[in-house]
């Protein structure tokens, strides 16, 4: 049983609205989702009661049950007004240091003291953003994926401060609500699925790169020899091209290495991104952003 009834998620974006809805959904806290903006704050109430309504449409909620998880979840731009009462804390705001830092230091200064104050970031270390607080030892990275309400995985990441109770506490909430936790007990860089992804995707554009196969090939070689649902060039192309260059960028200038391969670089010079753009690794002509069948080899 959750010891606490009240979570505050900062930031209402991709992530923040979706681990809110899916803290709701548990049935066992009350959320205050907080954005600096308005606007998005109402955009993510939308979407919400949008993924709500489907989740009834589809069978997988009673028309009862609709409003009650409404109802525990509210919206508001002041942050310091939301902390009160407040158990844990995930922060879910845009992948930028000085913003992180910023949130971060508000949170040392005004989240009650026996609260878990936890950040979503998928590449920024947990001990980077608790060292703005007096209170390392109860602070963790709590790394979801999208969408929150499918993908059941969450890495929570001890840094070299975080003490045992905060783990312990960071796994039953996630459990609570319905997800599954996997403990990393050390810093890493991109944690561990990250990790595995980009070395997979490296190894696929190498390969591509060095005419070994065509990225259809691969892609298929992989799913049928694999078992995964999506090959490394369709995950590539999902995700956005933009987002693994940065990626691979970032962790070779952290751990050397040579950096992005040749066929992803010249990729994002012509701003080939993938679905977004309609055109990466594979063309999407009309219906970029999407996930049709009109995929064809680029
Ligand atoms: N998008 C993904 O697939 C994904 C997956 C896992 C983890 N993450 C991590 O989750 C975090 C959020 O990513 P996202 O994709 O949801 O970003 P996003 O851009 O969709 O949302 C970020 C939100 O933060 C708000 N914000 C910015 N500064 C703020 C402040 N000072 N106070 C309150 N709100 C503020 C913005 O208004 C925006 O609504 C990042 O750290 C990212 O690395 C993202």
Redesign the pocket.
């Known amino acids: 049983m959750a010891v606490f009834q009240k979570v505050v998620v900062?930031?209402?974006?991709?992530?923040?609205s979706q681990i809110a809805l899916q803290t709701a959904y548990s049935g066992r806290y009350e959320v205050a989702l907080?954005?600096?903006?308005r606007q998005?704050l109402e955009r993510s109430r939308g979407q919400i009661a949008a993924l709500v309504q489907r989740s009834v449409v589809k069978g997988r909620l009673s028309a009862d049950e609709a409003p009650r998880v409404l109802g525990r979840l509210s919206f508001g731009e002041d942050?310091s007004a939301a902390l009160p009462g407040a158990g844990l804390v995930i922060e879910?705001?845009?992948?930028d240091l000085e913003?992180k830092l910023?949130?971060w230091r508000r949170l040392g200064r005004d989240a009650p003291a026996d609260a878990v104050l936890a950040s979503?970031?998928?590449?920024i270390a947990i001990s980077r953003l608790a060292e703005e607080t007096p209170r390392p030892a109860m602070c963790c990275n709590m790394?979801?994926?999208?969408p929150v309400t499918v993908m059941e995985l969450c890495e929570i990441v001890r840094g070299p401060g975080t003490a045992d109770e905060t783990v312990g506490r960071a796994v039953e909430f996630v459990r609570s609500i319905g997800r599954v936790p996997v403990v990393i007990q050390k810093e890493i860089h991109g944690f561990v699925v990250n990790r595995i992804l980009f070395a997979a995707a490296e190894e696929a554009m190498r390969l591509l790169e060095g005419g070994y196969a065509s990225a259809e090939a691969i892609d298929t070689a992989v799913k049928k020899g694999l078992n995964w649902p999506m090959g490394p060039f369709e995950l590539l192309d999902f995700s956005g091209l933009d987002i693994f260059y940065g990626a691979l960028e970032d962790r070779s200038k952290m751990e050397g290495g040579v950096g992005a391969p040749a066929v992803l670089k010249e990729r994002i010079e012509r701003g080939e991104l993938g679905r977004k753009t309609g055109r990466g690794f594979y063309d999407y002509g009309k219906q970029g952003g999407t996930r049709g069948d009109g995929k064809s080899r680029s």
């Open positions: 900062v930031g209402a974006g991709t992530m923040g907080v954005d600096s903006s998005q942050l879910a705001v845009f992948e913003t910023e949130v979503n970031s998928s590449t790394h979801f994926f999208h």
